[in-house]
């Protein structure tokens, strides 16, 4: 990872202050001599509300447009885009023309055409870019990719990957949240599992996908399958206590429990979650309602098999039927060894000559002080290194620049596109300039 303490406090603007960047911004408040916020964009007063309460921001660095900012002078290094996947290209676009440097959550955007032109835009006005693929920096993930470098697998053939989405975290953002709706947001595949194309590419390194097919369906969540005599709201079920999908248990159930934070702050729409504010937002809001009557249309479950140059082979499971939440297994096979991965922090590695099996558990140097804890602290080793990417004028710190994240962004769009006519994709025949 990048130096521990970049050379110059940054100054960031945030374009869209939601769950993610929230998130983010928390590093200012753990390191204030590395970084400060000073204009934050949102159309919601109460997430403008909360960033002033951490960020002691004055009126006039409050927006409730974007376009606000852009209109003004550069002053600041760099912009966060965390807005809604399908208003991520106009920012971008715009603050790179300004000269700004970009960090944007992933996926980049849900066109293959705004993909393109905001990593254009970026190279054009010579910003770096950094898209928010944060597994990998995750430990586990990384340990993957510095054995197959290291040679240790020999060659590698088959990549078996596999991310468990969780029952109720689907429920939660697939049925009644967010990304629920293709119209509204965009497929689960490239909402999800964008992260997951982009690690299977990058442990393939020079090797390119060259043919991609892909199956899924939405199974479960739909009319059809709501039971006889549930309601359409989980307060007032009858059936309540034998669903397994109840609002009222993944809710009111982790309030009680503890937790204050994801998906909890979510429902109560960026507010300080207390028991009445989670109680009306289950009641009212759409988070209470019947995963049976929501208007969701996205897969529940799809597959996706890759063909790369020299004959290797890759397949990439995304299911929302599991106990565990987004723990991916992974298991490359290569000529001379396997690495296998179970969710976990443990990375195996079993020798084919010796017979020798290695444990690894791989960490990573996050500061016991920070926030920026989630996704087992990959979502500081990102955010950190594009700091000191900044700050130092070093892109090759940024693990997930445009290049690497716009091909595997398109090879998503290559999958889904896959599995809608319901054929093999030749990328090398329809994504030539890749």
């Known amino acids: 990872m990048a130096s521990t303490e970049p050379p110059r406090m940054l100054r960031c603007i945030v374009v869209g202050a939601g769950n993610r960047g929230y998130i983010y911004t928390n590093y200012a408040l753990d390191f204030p001599s590395r970084l400060k916020v000073v204009a934050v964009a949102d159309p919601k007063k109460t997430a403008l509300d909360r960033m002033v309460r951490l960020h002691s921001l004055p009126s006039s660095a409050l927006f409730s447009d974007w376009r606000e900012i852009a209109a003004k002078d550069k002053f600041a290094d760099f912009v966060i885009v965390t807005t809604p996947d399908q208003y991520h290209k106009e920012p971008v676009v715009s603050f790179a023309e300004k000269g700004y440097h970009i960090l944007v959550e992933k996926p980049m955007a849900v066109t293959e055409s705004d993909c393109k032109e905001m990593a254009d835009a970026c190279r054009q006005n010579n910003v770096m870019l950094c898209v928010g693929h944060v597994l990998r920096y995750y430990p586990p993930m990384k340990k993957i990719k510095d054995l197959i470098e290291e040679g240790r697998v020999g060659d590698v053939v088959n990549i078996q990957h596999r991310e468990p989405v969780g029952y109720w975290h689907f429920a939660h953002s697939y049925v009644r949240g967010n990304w629920r709706n293709e119209t509204e ?64 248990r993944l809710y009111i159930g982790q309030f009680k429990r503890g937790n204050k934070e994801w998906p909890i702050r979510v429902i109560c729409n960026a507010e300080e979650p207390t028991l009445e504010k989670v109680t009306q937002a289950f009641e009212l809001g759409p988070y209470g309602r019947c995963v049976y009557e929501c208007d969701n249309d996205v897969n529940d479950n799809q597959v996706v098999n890759m063909q790369f140059s020299g004959g290797a082979t890759a397949s990439l499971t995304m299911i929302a039927y599991t106990e565990r939440i987004c723990q991916r297994t992974v298991r490359v096979s290569g000529t001379k060894g396997e690495i296998s991965y179970s969710g976990d922090s443990k990375v195996a590695f079993y020798d084919f000559l010796s017979g020798h099996r290695e444990e690894f558990h791989p960490t990573n140097d996050m500061p016991k002080e920070t926030k920026l804890g989630g996704h087992g602290g990959a979502d500081y080793c990102l955010f950190h290194s594009f700091i000191c990417a900044v700050a130092t004028n070093d892109p090759s710190l940024i693990l997930s620049g445009p290049e690497d994240s716009l091909a595997s962004h398109l090879l998503v769009f290559a999958a889904e596109r896959a599995r809608r006519e319901n054929r093999i994709v030749d990328t090398v025949a329809e994504l030539p300039s890749w």
């Open 185 to 248: 947001s965009t497929f689960s595949l490239l909402a999800k599992c964008c992260h997951d194309i982009d690690l299977v590419m990058w442990w393939m390194a020079e090797r390119r996908c060259e043919k991609i097919s892909s199956f899924g369906s939405l199974i479960h969540f739909r009319k059809e399958n709501k039971p006889e005599g549930a309601s359409s709201r989980c307060m007032d079920c009858k059936v309540e206590q034998s669903c397994p999908y109840s609002a009222k």
